[in-house]
């Protein structure tokens, strides 16, 4: 049986949940390894931390394609050649359809800044603020159709302050997000090599 996940990393932007996976994946006991990472924007600066990295960095610009099915073809298509495992969603700001989510059942994660099910979708925080929560945080969740409604992987609490900005909040609920992802990999990763296995 393999011993680590092939997974590939999808971004749109800076890419600082990225550098947490990557710093993960550079220790030898993390069950997975960065095969590739793809960005739907050109020239954003995960990009270069996946070249220095000496990690594969594709750029698949959604503004190329006429029709979601059409990018998502390219996507699908410039994935194939690195056999991945488990697709890491990082900061990708494209909604993916079931034409692609049906290939990778239960094989699609994200890591969104609340605790879902509450604030799904964006601006997060601004509205847990003005909900008068006490609490926000993040998840790492499956992907399904249905934006920010898959099975739920691990979450982190994040106390709100009475000072509390969302950028304030944002920035801490940020820091745990570049430690739960790497956690929630290494959870899930046992169980998904022991998948693909049965399934070769």
């Given amino acids: 049986m393999k011993d680590k996940l092939a997974i590939a990393v999808l971004i749109s932007g800076r890419g600082s949940n990225l550098q947490a996976l990557i710093d993960a994946a550079n220790h030898n006991d993390f069950p997975a390894r960065i095969s590739v990472v793809i ?6 600066f995960g990009l270069e931390r996946a070249r220095k990295a000496g990690i ?6 959604h503004k190329d394609f006429s ?6 073809d390219a996507l699908m298509l410039a994935l194939r050649p690195y056999s991945v495992d488990l697709i890491c969603l990082a900061g990708f700001m494209r909604i993916l359809t079931p034409h ?11 890591i969104h800044p609340s605790l879902l099910p509450l604030y799904k979708g964006t601006d997060t925080h601004a509205r847990a603020l003005a909900d ?3 609490e ?5 969740h499956y992907v399904v159709p249905e934006v920010d409604s898959g099975a739920l992987i691990v979450q982190a609490r994040v106390p709100i302050l009475p000072d509390d900005t969302p950028q304030t909040l944002a920035d801490r609920v ?5 430690i739960l992802y790497p956690q929630a990999i290494a959870q899930i990763a046992p169980g998904l090599l022991k998948a693909l296995e ?3």
């Fill in 174 to 178: 940020l820091a745990q997000e570049h």
């Fill in 198 to 200: 049965v399934r070769r």
């Fill in 100 to 110: 692609f989510i049906q290939h990778w059942p239960q094989r699609i994660v994200n």
């Fill in 39 to 44: 960005s739907n924007v050109p020239e954003v």
């Fill in 132 to 134: 008068g929560q006490r």
């Fill in 56 to 61: 594969p960095a594709l750029v698949v610009n």
């Fill in 67 to 72: 029709t979601r099915a059409a990018f998502e």
């Fill in 136 to 140: 926000a945080g993040c998840t790492v």
